[in-house]
T-cell receptor
Framework: DGGITQSPKYLFRKEGQNVTLSCEQN?????MYWYRQDPGQGLRLIYY???????QKGDIAEGYSVSREKKESFPLTVTSAQKNPTAFYLC????????????FGEGSRLTVL | AQSVTQPDIHITVSEGASLELRCNYS??????LFWYVQSPGQGLQLLLK??????LVQGIKGFEAEFKRSQSSFNLRKPSVHWSDAAEYFC???????????FGQGTRLTINP
């Protein structure tokens, strides 16, 4: 089935460590997005990519990095510079030339110990 | 600045009662409008969307929403809620030609038996 796969679903990290969250899609979508979700704050955009080898910062990019070497993959690295990384992370994709409808993965929950 | 407002953070209704979740947006151009639903620990699922045409749109799971340009609103309704409707609901907006969706802060729906 077509969809978006995020891994791992749960991740624990010690302070000072970088971690990478995986996002893979087989929907042949051009655009991919990373959102962070905290209780009561809705979804905040971290990074997005409209095409391969290109990406833009969203509203809360500090302490995060991404790459887009392949159309189907958009990994997110949470670096040690991110001051409060414990959160639920959601990856999404859409047709770049479409109307903005997003398709979401099931999320990854990161906990910093 | 462009924004989406969901005035109600938490709503509780009894099973079988009607439901209305409010959404207001501030955009000058014609927006594309979406409602998403999220079960705990899961990704977001699209309930319905409005692009143009009939301002009353039907979605999945018996939900509908009405676009009112004069009020800059896109409220979500359901005539009779079921216990399985308990979830968090997000309104989202994208302006034609823009590259990213803007989400409201979400409304958490609790259903009383």
């Amino acid at each position: 089935d077509g969809g978006i796969t995020q891994s791992p679903k749960y991740l624990f990290r010690k302070e000072g460590q970088n971690v990478t969250l995986s996002c893979e899609q087989n929907l042949n979508h051009d655009a991919m997005y990373w959102y962070r979700q905290d209780p009561g704050q809705g979804l905040r955009l971290i990074y997005y990519s409209q095409i391969v080898n290109d990406f833009q910062k969203g509203d809360i990019a500090e302490g995060y990095s991404v790459s887009r070497e392949k159309k189907e993959s958009f990994p997110l690295t949470v670096t040690s510079a991110q001051k409060n990384p414990t959160a639920f992370y959601l990856c999404a994709s859409s047709d770049r030339g479409g109307t903005g409808e997003l398709f979401f993965g099931e999320g990854s929950r990161l906990t910093v110990l | 600045a462009q924004s989406v407002t969901q005035p109600d953070i938490h709503i509780t209704v009894s099973e079988g009662a009607s439901l209305e979740l409010r959404c207001n947006y501030s955009y000058g151009a014609t927006p594309y409008l979406f409602w998403y639903v999220q079960s705990p620990g899961q990704g977001l699922q699209l309930l319905l969307k409005y692009f143009s045409g009939d301002t009353l749109v039907q979605g999945i799971k018996g939900f509908e929403a009405e676009f009112k340009r004069s009020q800059s609103s896109f409220n979500l309704r359901k005539p009779s809620v079921h216990w399985s409707d308990a979830a968090e609901y997000f309104c989202a907006v994208v302006v034609e030609g823009a590259q990213k969706l803007v989400f409201g802060q979400g409304t958490r729906l609790t259903i009383n038996p």
